[in-house]
């Protein structure tokens, strides 16, 4: 019996081992997951308009169960969306992301905002919009 073969395969099914193993050392690509688009505000209100930007933005969905959500993608880069209900400061809604990674690109603009008897707010300066992210969806 000839020893060749076998130390052949042994060989081979070490090398594809390793290899096999190194797979997981390499860059795993993007992440999905959720994004969490918060408010800072000084009041409560009964609106709110805004814009995100970013990549990947896709249905954006009531942080909280008395919100009503309206949405629109604008791009394949911007989501504009509005957001109804008794909003305080705190989370208004959240929307899927395919690389939790991005979030920290993502920009948001406050373009409008109702007070709770439907009367526009003339300043928005105290209003501002932070995104944070969770994988997974």
């Known amino acids: 019996m000839t020893r060749t073969p076998f130390l052949v395969l042994t060989v081979c099914s070490l090398a594809a081992a390793i290899g096999m193993g190194a797979c997981g050392d390499g860059p795993s690509g993007p992440t999905p997951g959720t994004a ?41 880069t911007e989501l504009r969306v509005a957001v109804f209900g008794a909003i305080t400061a ?15 690109a993502y920009q948001g603009t406050v373009l409008q905002v109702a ?4 009367q526009l707010r003339t300043d928005l300066s105290a209003y501002s919009l932070t995104a944070t992210a969770s994988a997974g969806r």
């Open 115 to 118: 007070d709770r008897s439907d």
């Open 90 to 104: 705190g989370p208004l809604f959240t929307v899927d992301v395919l690389d939790v990674s991005s979030v920290g």
């Open 36 to 76: 969490t688009v918060s408010l800072t505000s000084p009041a409560t209100d009964g609106g709110i308009l805004l814009t995100l930007t970013g990549s990947g933005l896709t249905e954006p969905k009531a942080a909280n169960p008395s919100f009503t959500v309206y949405w629109r993608l604008v791009s394949a």
